[in-house]
């Protein structure tokens, strides 16, 4: 990853923050309304586990009027996805300090209720939280949890041998066949969840009958956030996510059936569809609070290169390329990957006649990322090339996980999006 050269002018566009000038009417700079709008990650840029980052506050002071109301639409873009929008929703309000609604809170898995193809089969669902509830809430009727299988079918899951039944159980009958699974991210037992998936894949859903021919193409799979590292309160770098997960559930898939595992569908960040839904929440903001003038830039803000600095130049690359009316060959692919529905649904559609010009992207160093600037730029590039640690089906492009702008801490670049807005 070539993030030695990334460090650009963004320092010197930072000021030092003094007194802020109240906000004029309606919550804008000058009486001008926002011509523009901010895509935040959490853990790492505002939140540390449990912990608010203390740059977070002091960012949000700035981009509220005296009564706590934004002055510039936001959108929380987070590859989290263990728990319901309305939880994180509340979360972020206790950390910054004021009222964040669940429609500003994009999960990794939020775009799926887009994925209306899928809504009416039966789908199998992993990870841990509310599993259930997200995938009802996103519009899927029938779900079936891991755990569900595992006790309709107990002679499965035999890697805890202190889960092993006793005496041989009866045949299972009755239970429906599986049509698709939705990976909503990192599971607790990650044996289990391997061992059963792959048996439903292997099974074409039907965990009950005699395996014969291993069926390919597979059953539709829809995995969310592909981080494979995020960060936490431990001084170790960064902990397993789901995209470590993803990777051995690829594995082994190809190595039990000699075939590649393939995805219906790949969102959370870096996935263009998941862009484009928050670009379609952002104008909703700015269309609420009246404001008239069209959002034309985007600032994303994260602390992980492979994630959040990557989602958001491949979206800006996207960007370009409308506009031009071409999508270049890692774009396509990307969209692909995100799945066909992305250039179709009506929602995502809106305000096509007035589109967001640019997405820029801004590393923070409170998270994942690091700058040292005692390493040397081209020591630490030739390092970094050789390790990536995107999702395979995401092209290696090293422009794409150069930050626009590298700096301390969320606050910082709040301040350098004011600059560059001129927005005070």
Same mark, same amino acid.
């Given at each position: ?11 010197? =566009?930072?000021?030092?923050? &003094?007194?802020? $000038? ?13 011509? *523009? !709008? %901010? ?18 506050? @002091?960012? *949000? ?6 009564? !706590? $109301? ?5 959108? *929380? ?37 887009? *994925? ?8 199998? /669902?992993? &990870?841990?939280?509310?599993?259930? #509830? ?16 595992? +006790? ?13 039944? +006793? ?61 494979? =590292? ?9 902990? %397993? ?22 995805? #219906?569908?790949?969102? !959370? ?26 959002? $034309? $830039? ?10 959040? /600095? ?19 060959? !890692?774009?396509?692919?990307? =969209?692909?990957?995100?799945?066909? @529905? ?51 089906? %995401?092209? %290696? ?28």
């Amino acid at each position: 990853m070539a993030l030695g050269g990334c460090l650009r002018a963004g320092r010197g =566009l930072l000021r030092a923050a &003094g007194p802020r $000038r109240p906000p004029a009417r309606g919550g804008c700079s000058g009486g001008r309304p926002p011509a *523009f !709008g %901010f895509l935040f990650d959490v853990d790492g840029v505002l939140v540390r586990g449990s912990q608010a980052v203390p740059a977070a506050r @002091q960012a *949000f002071q700035r981009l509220s009027d005296g009564s !706590g $109301r934004l002055r510039v639409p936001v959108v *929380f873009l987070t590859n989290a996805g263990n728990c319901l929008r309305s939880a994180k929703a509340q979360e972020l309000s206790q950390a910054l300090g004021l009222q964040v609604s669940p429609e500003q809170v994009i999960l990794s898995h939020s775009p799926l209720q887009l *994925f209306s193809q899928f809504h009416q089969k039966c789908m199998l /669902v992993a &990870g841990q939280g509310p599993v259930e #509830e997200n995938a009802q809430n996103l519009g899927f009727k029938h779900v079936v949890t891991i755990e569900a299988l595992r +006790k309709a079918y107990p002679l499965l899951d035999m890697v805890d041998q202190s889960r092993r039944p +006793k005496e041989l159980p009866p045949p299972t009958t009755g239970f429906p066949t599986i049509e698709g699974v939705i990976l909503f991210g990192e599971p607790v037992r990650w044996e289990t969840s391997l061992q059963l998936i792959i048996d439903v894949l292997l099974s074409n859903g039907n965990l009950g009958a005699e395996l014969q021919d291993i069926p390919y193409p597979h059953l539709p799979v829809l995995a969310c956030n592909m981080d494979l =590292l995020w960060m936490a309160e431990a001084k170790m770098p960064s902990r %397993f996510g789901h995209g470590t997960f993803l990777l051995c559930l690829e594995t082994i898939y190809k190595k039990v059936t000699g075939r590649e595992l393939k995805y #219906e569908a790949l969102i !959370g960040k870096p996935s263009t569809v998941t862009y484009r839904y928050a670009e379609y929440l952002i104008k909703e903001q700015a269309e609420k609070q009246g404001w008239k003038s069209p959002i $034309r $830039r985007l600032y994303a803000v994260g602390d992980n290169p492979m994630s959040d /600095v990557y989602g958001a130049n491949l979206y800006n690359n996207y960007l370009k390329s409308a506009h031009q009316n071409q999508i270049q060959a !890692g774009v396509k692919r990307s =969209l692909q990957a995100a799945g066909p @529905q992305t250039e179709d649904h009506l929602k995502l559609r809106k305000n096509c006649d007035k589109p967001v010009e640019s997405c820029e992207s801004i590393l923070v160093c409170t998270g994942v990322y690091r700058h040292h600037a005692d390493v040397p730029s081209k020591t630490k590039e030739c390092k970094m090339e050789t390790v990536f640690h995107g999702h395979r089906d %995401f092209c %290696f492009d090293p422009s794409l996980v150069e930050a626009s702008y590298i700096v301390q801490d969320v606050n910082d670049a709040v301040q350098l999006a004011f600059k560059k807005e001129n927005w005070s």
